[in-house]
């Protein structure tokens, strides 16, 4: 079983920065695809960022890319999102999912587990 916990969110203004962290427990983070995935209110959950278990690969939603960078740190066995230039439609809570199967994915239901979210308002 995997335990994963979000950290790193809060309020900020538009065009500030946030790096929210994921840690886990149970399996190391180089043996899971790692997510990122977002869900603002009235709205289903989007994909945000992955990261492949070697970590030379990524890939980003249209919306977040070359603004958000994912990365993993095995020593730490933890995943970060780093964002930048905060726009209010970033605003959501965040969540942290792994994946066993080697391949990346982008939805939701290709994901074993998930952390409990942590919420990032980013204000105009």
């Known amino acids: 079983q995997v335990q994963l916990v979000e950290s790193g969110g809060g309020l900020v203004q538009a065009g500030d920065s946030l790096r929210l962290s994921c840690a886990a427990s149970?399996?190391?983070?180089?043996?899971?695809?790692m997510g990122w995935f977002r869900q603002a209110p009235g709205k289903e959950r989007e994909f945000v960022a992955a990261i492949s278990r070697s970590g030379y690969n990524t890939y980003y939603a249209d919306s977040v890319k070359g603004r958000f960078t994912i990365s993993r740190d095995n020593a730490k066995n933890t995943v970060y999102l780093q964002m930048n230039s905060l726009k209010p439609e970033d605003t959501a809570v965040y969540y942290c999912?792994?994946?066993?199967?080697?391949?990346?994915?982008?939805?939701?239901?290709?994901?074993?587990?998930w952390g409990q979210g942590t919420q990032v308002t980013v204000s105009s």
């Open positions: 149970g399996r190391t983070v180089s043996s899971l695809v």
């Open positions: 999912a792994a994946r066993n199967r080697i391949v990346m994915d982008t939805t939701s239901t290709g994901y074993d587990y």
